[in-house]
């Protein structure tokens, strides 16, 4: 097996660009291929990363050298995209989503699996390390049962033009399946399977066509219900997003769409602030009662019995960026580590790029849409 791997980007967009930088700081990667159908942007993307620029997919993939696939296009491009270099005998990592409907998602692992080749879709959540803790923290029960939880993204769409391919829904899928995929599968990992049980999506007022900017969704976990809220109306400086879940014994906030903050208030017994510093390392305290003497309060018809009552923070929100190569080279060590041992258990497969677009058409396809009169259209 080559120490080396040799990967072909398709889509010579910004964030390809970006993902490119974060795969070359593995200093066995080598980017040797890029395509676009746009001449400039390959030629100009090709010259930075001292690869051979495209615009003809099928002379692409007929470059032999090529190990991975990394496609990074519009979502309506994915299945047709991906089919192709995988029949191709290429491996495939691909931006989210998998397809825009669950049975092409469906049918392309069951390809890839067929041939033997890497699938993967970039959900790239799960390679946070504040996902892992927070992972650590629900299943070591460090506050307890979890009871209910939300996701709220007040997201820019000051560079989304109005004939952006984002708005239109052949073309994205809309934003349950362009967007929220990443959180479906994100909270899937931390609470097991989910079903959808009511969505609804809101129209922008004084629009001509059809423009669904606001969407929310319920999602039923064996414990508790999520609320998903993805919102893209607000200009970049007030661009943010929050996630919490709430504990029988307290809650976890992150902060940002990658999280790069988090704050954690609750109520432990001495054993679960040792287990949630071996779980978070050394902890700053923004409050910390731990006066004196057992103490018990009662919550869900329970005593609840504690320590003490903390509240902390760990991190902060200035390193986005770089937590965010630092994710994408996680994943890509992942899915290598999969090419060279098909015993290589996996942070992320196929199975997830499947999963995260079937809750994501069951959203859309469930929920209810409004006009701007709040009547339903």
């Not at 620029?53 to 032999?64: G, R």
């Not at 994205?172 to 079903?195: A, N, P």
């Not at 661009?239 to 029988?248: N, P, T, V």
């Not at 965010?324 to 290598?336: G, H, K, N, S």
Request: hydrophobic share 40%; glycine share 8%.
């Amino acid at each position: 097996m080559k120490n080396e791997l040799n990967i072909g980007i398709v889509g010579a967009g910004s964030f390809a660009g970006f993902a490119a930088k974060a795969f070359l700081s593995i200093p066995e990667i080598k980017i040797i291929a890029v395509t676009d159908i746009n001449e400039p942007a390959a030629i100009q993307m090709g010259t930075e990363l001292n690869a051979k620029a495209y615009t003809n997919y099928e002379e692409f993939l007929k470059e032999d050298s090529i190990d991975l696939v990394y496609i990074a296009t519009p979502p309506f491009l994915h299945y047709e995209q991906t089919k192709r270099a995988l029949l191709a005998g290429r491996n495939v990592i691909c931006e989210k989503p998998a397809a825009l409907k669950i049975s092409e998602a469906e049918e392309l692992q069951i390809l890839a699996s067929s041939l033997q080749l890497l699938y993967a879709v970039n959900l790239v959540q799960r390679y946070n390390p504040l996902y892992g803790a927070v992972k650590k923290i629900i299943d070591q029960k460090v506050l307890g049962n979890f009871l209910h939880g939300f996701f709220e993204n007040y997201a820019s769409d000051e560079n989304l033009s109005r004939d952006h391919w984002f708005w239109d829904e052949i073309k994205s899928g809309g934003i349950f399946i362009e967007h929220g995929v990443h959180f479906f599968d994100m909270f899937s990992g931390w609470l097991g399977e989910g079903k959808v049980i009511n969505a609804v999506g809101l129209q922008r007022p004084g629009v001509e066509m059809k423009l669904v900017d606001r969407v929310q969704a319920t999602v039923l976990y064996r414990n508790g219900i999520v609320n998903f809220y993805h919102g893209f109306d607000q200009p970049i400086v007030l661009d943010r997003q929050e996630m919490r879940l709430q504990f029988e014994r307290g809650e976890i906030t992150l902060y940002e769409w990658i999280p790069v903050k988090m704050k954690l208030h609750g109520l432990l017994r001495k054993k679960d602030l040792i287990t949630l510093r071996e779980i978070m390392g050394e902890l700053t305290f923004l409050s910390n009662d731990n006066s004196s003497g057992i103490k018990r309060v009662r919550g869900r018809f329970t005593d609840i019995v504690y320590d003490d009552h903390i509240t902390f923070e760990y991190g902060d929100k200035s390193g986005k960026q770089g937590r965010y190569r630092e994710m994408l080279a996680a994943m890509l060590q992942d899915q290598w580590a999969w090419i060279r041992n098909h015993e290589h258990a996996r942070v992320i497969d196929d199975s997830n790029a499947v999963e995260s677009i079937r809750m994501a058409e069951q959203a859309t396809k469930m929920a209810q849409y409004y006009n701007s009169e709040n009547t339903c259209c």
